[in-house]
RNA sequence: UGGGGUGUCGCCAAGCGGUAAGGCACCGGACUUUGACUCCGGUAUUCGCAGGUUCGAAUCCUGCCACCCCAGCCA
């Protein structure tokens, strides 16, 4: 799945010549997500780049949790991580927590400070602020910047005890307040937080590495070689190598940054995604509708497909937001092939076949697949009333329209040829049943002298499986969700249609959770964790097939 | 208006001085007991713009333009 014919993207060149030139024996790249939320597809776009490289140059990469930041992470979330990471498929060599290297993280601390090039500085938040200087204007140096090692030493071990407030201090690194890169005027390495219960180290620090001191660390100390993140993040390359340039650390890993992954009619953004559902937009993290792991997982889409995604979209530097047609194309590639064909009615309209013995049952068979026989068959019941899709009975139609019209011929799929021929309606003239005659010679075999067109689906009234189905629609009604304004404005009020009173052939009452099929001439669909009332099955909708038609 | 990036078909994306891959989408046509799948065929004389270098440029140089990121004690 692995793209053999795509080139190699920009990064794998990069590796290619780091191998050829002796530079690494071998690969080792690292996936650093923050326990703050749930993954998402573009989180996937990284997983795939940093597990598939490794896969391919026989490498290692290890899954390690940014947990810098006890205020807004959760031991939950790195459950959840951990899940979606294999649920993808991949199996990480090491699992590591930066939090294991608060130790390690301090010591190095201790040696800028005593290097002269970290210090304790006693401005507040605002005053940090107001120092920094703006994009045109240099900073200012901090009045705490040239106190003496020893004084910073004593002051950053007090830190450490927990003798000072939050916001009272912070260490800072000592590099220059005039640089036009921001991220170089002094930025903080450690500040102060107490009272927060960290889900891995629990109360024993009260002082916080930044991500800017702890990923460059956290990297050479696991013997990582390329350390691949986003665009974002190229303005902290160089005190990502500061860092390292400063420290007794026998390891230097490359970072290289590529492009994130946007995708039209969704939000990407972390914060976003919290907010939809701490607002309950949706359901939860894993609505169907969410562009995460685990919302694309109870949807139904299948890893090898999000695999297969992220390898055709590719990895560039170049911002770009992917169209959802790519990523359904890649659903609809892997379910074709897969997913058992089944029979399922949407909008249930009776069909009556006058010339079919009362309560007489006969059995027909299916193919499971109409072009992979290994898939085997399964049975069908056919009786004298039948589900057929309202939209697939007009009483009258141009030539176009290749389904049921009054007078007019179809195929039951899978079952005989019928003739509509006359409708019966209710008291408000809407059309309730259609009254048809079959023709017994035709199970299997085309009509003498005529030819059917059109095929339609059926289930059998009498043993119809009634489910809730479940449409779903993109999440938002533009492809960029608040690029003018508040993203909720633009969410899509139709995004989940619940069709309650859906009929399924017999066989779908015994899908099991999680089970993927195609309802023919409708679309793919997954078996959903949860039943409706009733204990009827749920039916996630997880994309359409493609429509040539349009009518 | 400081710094760092990016601009190749509607959307992704190859290309790395030798005369524009591929995928998605789209449009034709074939096939079809899914208007699905599959299969054929079509779709950039042109690479943000303008100059320049060269026998030859999307690829090199210069100058513009557009868009993205950075002023968290977030990652």
Known sequence: MSAENTPKNFICQIIDADLASGKHQRIVTRFPPEPNGYLHIGHAKSIVLNFGVVEDYAGRCNLRFDDTNPAKEEAHFVE????????????????????????????????????????????????????????????????????????????????????????????RARIDMASPNMNLRDPALYRIRHGLIHHQTGDAWCIYPMYDFTHPISDAIEGVTHSLCTLEFEDHRPLYDWVLDNISIGCHPQQIEFARLNLEYTV?????????????????????????????????????????????????????????????????????????????????????????????????????????????????????????????????????????????????????????DEVVRDEQGEIVEVRCTYDPETLGRNPEGRKVRGVIHWVPVPRAVHAQVRLYDRLFRVPQPGRDGNFLADLNPDSLRVIDGAVLEPSLGEAAVGERFQFERESYFCRDIEDAAGGRPVFNQIVSLRDSWGG
């Open 80 to 171: 959840a991580i951990q899940e979606d990471v294999r649920w993808l498929g991949y199996e990480w060599s090491e699992l590591h927590f930066a939090s294991k290297y608060f130790g390690q993280l301090y010591g190095f601390a201790v040696e800028l400070i005593e290097k002269g090039l970290a210090y304790v500085c006693d401005l507040s938040p605002e005053e940090v602020r107001a120092y920094r200087g703006t994009l045109t204007e240099p900073g200012r140096e901090s009045p705490w910047r040239n106190r003496g090692v020893e004084e910073n030493l004593d002051l950053f071990r007090r830190m450490r005890e927990g003798k000072f407030p939050d916001g009272s201090r912070t260490l």
């Open 268 to 420: 990407m953004s972390k914060r976003k995604l919290t907010q939809l559902v701490d607002e309950g937009h949706v359901s939860g993290w894993d609505d169907p509708r969410m562009p995460t792991i685990a919302g694309l997982r109870r949807r139904g889409y299948t890893p090898e497909a999000i695999r297969d995604f992220c390898n055709r979209i590719g990895v560039t530097r170049a911002d770009s937001t992917v169209e959802m047609g790519m990523l359904e194309s890649a659903i609809r590639g892997d379910l074709d092939a897969c997913a058992p064909r089944r029979m399922a009615v949407l909008q249930p309209l009776k069909l009556v076949i006058v010339n079919w013995t009362e309560d007489h049952e006969e059995i027909l068979r299916g193919p499971n697949h109409p072009k992979n026989e290994d898939m085997g068959t399964r049975e069908l019941v056919m009786t004298r009333e039948v589900w057929i899709d309202r939209d697939d009975f007009r009483e009258e139609a141009n030539k176009k329209y290749k389904r049921l019209v009054l007078g007019g011929e179809v195929r039951l799929r899978n079952g005989y040829v019928v003739r509509a």
